[in-house]
């Protein structure tokens, strides 16, 4: 397995609403390969986590994880994920966080859709 480096994130992560679902569904290890459909744990500018609902062999730091959808509140964002670190590892229950590429403009505009509804659900907490 690669070593993972230290987080360099910096951007804030921002949390769900209790009782709203935010998912990302993937095929792995690639297109056509296990349908995945796992809740994320939080979204920044750059990305998101989410805990992996079963294990994922293989699944390792630098890994690009192709064609992902996420659901957002009803939104749905397509795109590809970098995997940046497994915490603990590639096991049931370990947490992934990803860098996040959008597919299109769109898909741009809907990612900042929700990080701003996000933004302003936390204000008005």
Known sequence: MTQQPDC??????????????????????APGGLPCRMTLQDLS?????FRLAHDL???EFGRTVRYATLTMNGRKVHGDMLVMHLTPDDSEGSVCGVLFYPATDTDVMVWREA???????????
């Not at 994130?9 to 209790?18: A, C, M, Q, V, Y």
């Not at 500018?45 to 986590?49: D, L």
């Open 8 to 29: 360099r994130r910096k951007s804030r992560r921002l949390s769900f609403p209790e009782g709203e679902t935010w998912e990302v569904e993937f095929n792995y290890p």
């Open 45 to 49: 500018t750059s990305g998101t986590a």
């Open 57 to 59: 062999p293989g699944l």
């Open 115 to 125: 990080l701003v509804e996000l933004e302003s659900k936390r204000s008005a907490a």
